[in-house]
T-cell receptor
Framework: NAGVMQNPRHLVRRRGQEARLRCSPM?????VYWYRQLPEEGLKFMVY????????ESGMPKERFSAEFPKEGPSILRIQQVVRGDSAAYFC??????????????FGPGTRLTVT | AQSVTQLDSQVPVFEEAPVELRCNYS??????LFWYVQYPNQGLQLLLK??????LVESINGFEAEFNKSQTSFHLRKPSVHISDTAEYFC??????????????FGSGTQLTVLP
């Protein structure tokens, strides 16, 4: 059973470009979460999605950031007009449906975004 | 809202010595508690979790953590560490409220370095 997949693993963008980060959850998982890890800091929650629905985006910056989890295909975190402060590691996690185990989140290897 | 405090950012310890990584949390509601481990340039792996029941939880590789409600702590311990335990360890909480977003709140991490 493959784990959570993220690509690309490393992404370099110039200021003002767009960054698209992809996440494929574990098989059978219907919940996806995005977290950001800034240097020397812990992970900060960004957004929680289920298929075709954003459930909680309380951690998303108000501008330039968006996320989706379509019916088919991976979840996408999109950052428009990137700035140097967006440089970070972005982690996706997924959890299974139902009760009891939905609080267990399984993380992907992350995408390390560098803005030059 | 919750918060997690990991007081020790760096913990060096000699191989085969015992270790304790401290975690304290603050929350106005009941919580689930987790420890995650992150090896260099990798994603987070779930090490152990407390959801309910026995306050002492164990992992398959010899770590254990004890939930102490009165002290709002969830310290991680191992009686004898190995070189391969060198990694960053993150404590995390999630509230138990039914229907709420299941975001994890992380501490800032503790870098455990096992010395030969």
């Amino acid at each position: 059973n493959a784990g959570v997949m993220q690509n690309p693993r490393h992404l370099v963008r110039r200021r003002g470009q767009e960054a698209r980060l992809r996440c494929s959850p574990m098989k059978g998982h219907s919940h996806v979460y995005w977290y950001r890890q800034l240097p020397e800091e812990g992970l900060k929650f960004m957004v929680y999605l289920q298929k075709e629905n954003i459930i909680d985006e309380s951690g998303m910056p108000k501008e330039r950031f968006s996320a989706e989890f379509p019916k088919e295909g991976p979840s996408i975190l999109r950052i428009q007009q990137v700035v140097r402060g967006d440089s970070a590691a972005y982690f996706c996690a997924s959890s299974p449906p139902g009760t009891g185990r939905t609080y267990e989140q399984y993380f992907g290897p992350g995408t390390r975004l560098t803005v030059t | 809202a919750q918060s997690v405090t990991q007081l020790d950012s760096q913990v060096p310890v000699f191989e085969e010595a015992p270790v304790e990584l401290r975690c304290n949390y603050s929350s106005s509601v009941s919580v689930y508690l987790f420890w995650y481990v992150q090896y260099p340039n990798q994603g987070l792996q779930l090490l152990l979790k407390y959801l309910s029941g026995s306050t002492l939880v164990e992992s398959i590789n010899g770590f254990e953590a004890e939930f102490n409600k009165s002290q709002t702590s969830f310290h991680l311990r191992k009686p004898s560490v190995h070189i391969s335990d060198t990694a960053e360890y993150f404590c995390a909480v999630s509230d138990r409220l039914s229907g709420s977003a299941r975001q994890l709140t992380f501490g800032s991490g503790t870098q455990l370095t096992v010395l030969p």
